[in-house]
Every structure is written in structure tokens, then in C-alpha cells.
């Protein structure tokens, strides 16, 4: 007997949330690894995102079997639609968190001056879990007002994301200049927080999908 649709939605949104948890997890990991000088959490921090291309291809099955078999309509058709795109978004933040832990991790090891890049390395790596946590927490949320709060939110952390790494860019060149022989080094951090703006760009597309499965309009994506 078939299961109705309201039981496989909340399959799908059990098994959507479990795996963006993860990249939740990897990022908070990774966090405390650079606040307590453990790099040895690291590989925990990466370990979390294993499976996460699996759990994609299982989720969208899960959403063309059931588009196949109940042929939902309106809202319920706009949510289905919108937890293909999300697969996507989460592994691609899933993919950016990877390079962050790998290139920053490997920096940590080099002669770069890390005390004035935490001043605003930490807190952007704080708003960047912020934005993916509380985009994450929407795909369970019910209600449409705080839908938007929670949109909201996410787009103010993505707003910090933006700020503090153009504060980090614009200090790190000028550190280039007067170290020269540095300067890949100085790059290769740059590129890794760069990968956390980008964790933020995908929470941002994945709370503009759950408005639309919603709300309804037009699919925004950043």
C-alpha cells in the first residue's frame, strides 16, 4: 500500500534536514578547531560530510518517485520542486566547507600572521553557520511568517559574510605587499574564507527556495 503524501513529505524533510545537519556539523567542528588550536578535529570536521552525495541521489529519488506517484499540486507541487534544487545547494555547501577545512587547515601550518585574520576570520566564520543553520531549520518550518523571519536572518548573516570577508581581502593585500614571499600563502587563506562566503551564498538560495515552496512567485537562487 502506497504511503500518502503527507508521510513522504516528512520523510523527505527528515532526510533533507539530516543532511544539511551535516554540513552544519562540519562547519561548527571545524570552528572549534580553530578556536582552540585543535587541529586535530579537522578531519572530524570532514568526516561529517561523508555520504553527502548519496543522501542527494536517495532524497531526489525519494522526490520524482513521488511526484510520479501522488502528482501533487500548488504548494505541495512548488515543495517538491523546490527539495530537487535544495539537494543541490546543500552539496555544494557541502563541497565549499571541504575546501575551507582543506586549505585552511594546511595554512594554519605556514608563516602567515593569523592573529589579525581570526579578528574577522571567527566572526565570519560564525555568521556563515548562522546562515546555513537557520536555512537549514526552515525546511522543517511550517508556518509562512516565520518563513520570512527566519529569511530574513538568513539574509542579514549572508549581509556579514559579504562585509567581513571584503574586510579580510582588503587587509590580507596589504599584508601581500610589504610579504612578498608570503603571498601564496596570504592567497591560499584568502581562498579558504572565501569558500565560507560561498557556505552563506548557498544558505541564502536554500531559504529563496523555501519561500517559494511557501509563498509561491519566482525562484530567486544567489
Known amino acids: 500500500m502506497l504511503k500518502n503524501f503527507e508521510e513522504i513529505l516528512k520523510q523527505i524533510q527528515d532526510e533533507l534536514s539530516t543532511m544539511g545537519n551535516k554540513v552544519v556539523s562540519a562547519n561548527e567542528i571545524a570552528l572549534e578547531a580553530i578556536t582552540k588550536a585543535n587541529p586535530k578535529l579537522f578531519p572530524k570536521a570532514k568526516s561529517e560530510l561523508n555520504n553527502i552525495s548519496h543522501m542527494s541521489n536517495k ?39 571541504k575546501n575551507f577545512i582543506k586549505i585552511f587547515s594546511k595554512s594554519l601550518h605556514s608563516e602567515v600572521d593569523f592573529d589579525n585574520i581570526f579578528e574577522f576570520s571567527i566572526p565570519l566564520h560564525k555568521a556563515s553557520i548562522n546562515a546555513i543553520k537557520t536555512s537549514i ?54 581562498s579558504s574564507l572565501r569558500r565560507l562566503e560561498k557556505v552563506a551564498d548557498r544558505a541564502t538560495s536554500i531559504a529563496n527556495l523555501l519561500v517559494f515552496a511557501h509563498i509561491g512567485g519566482e525562484l530567486h537562487q544567489a
Do not use: C, W
Not at 571584503?166 to 587563506?189: C, F, G, H, R, T
Open 137 to 190: 531549520e526552515m525546511i522543517k518550518d511550517g508556518e509562512s511568517t516565520s518563513i520570512e523571519k527566519s529569511f530574513q536572518k538568513v539574509l542579514v548573516e549572508e549581509s556579514k559574510t559579504d562585509d567581513l570577508y571584503a574586510m579580510i581581502e582588503k587587509n590580507l593585500l596589504k599584508k601581500l605587499s610589504s610579504k612578498i614571499e608570503l603571498s601564496k600563502d596570504y592567497l591560499d587563506v584568502l
Open 59 to 97: 532524497i531526489d529519488n525519494m522526490v520524482l518517485k513521488a511526484l510520479a506517484l501522488h502528482q501533487p499540486e500548488a504548494r505541495d507541487l512548488r515543495s517538491m520542486v523546490s527539495f530537487l534544487k535544495i539537494t543541490n545547494e546543500i552539496v555544494r555547501a557541502g563541497t565549499n566547507t
